[in-house]
């Protein structure tokens, strides 16, 4: 710093018995975007898809996980949502902790909903995992017992086939 204060006052000195002012700014101006370059580099790095959001300790997508009808197996509509998601958890290394949990509506035997919700939950924390997600992820399934809502609609059905995503830090 001091090797550079001076360096700066011999340019000042310089420039004052030359009678040119330009030559001191261009240094400082040189140092600024090579400074500021790698810091934008990084922003950019780590921002995140805009249909995936990151809400105190859960993360929240715009598009459901859709599976085929009493299966387990994610439909090619869900892969750009895994993807966005999977990129959100890439750049979140500071998330140690991914809680998958699944969810099925009221129709149906309990114990078959039980065992279909932890199917489908193990198949996202999968896919997940295929799509380079590092950090440590378990499956659990909740069947119908834990419902958003409880009318007996088209709509209050499809509202309870869900996916949730749990993050520890």
Known sequence: ANTLALLMLL???ACAKSGSVEVSAEPEAEA???EAAP???AEAAVEDPSDVHIVGDHIEIDHK???GHDSDEILAESNEILDHLAQT???HGEFTTLHVVGHTDSSGDD???QELSERRANAVVAALAERGVTQSMDARGAG???LACSDDTDECHENN???EFLIEK
Do not use: K, Q
């Open 11 to 13: 340019g000042v000195s």
């Open 39 to 41: 810091e934008a580099e």
């Open 161 to 163: 086939r869900r996916v």
């Open 32 to 34: 600024a975007p090579a």
């Open 144 to 146: 119908e017992t834990e």
């Open 111 to 113: 114990g078959h909903n």
């Open 89 to 91: 958890l890439v750049n």
């Open 65 to 67: 996980i859709m599976f």
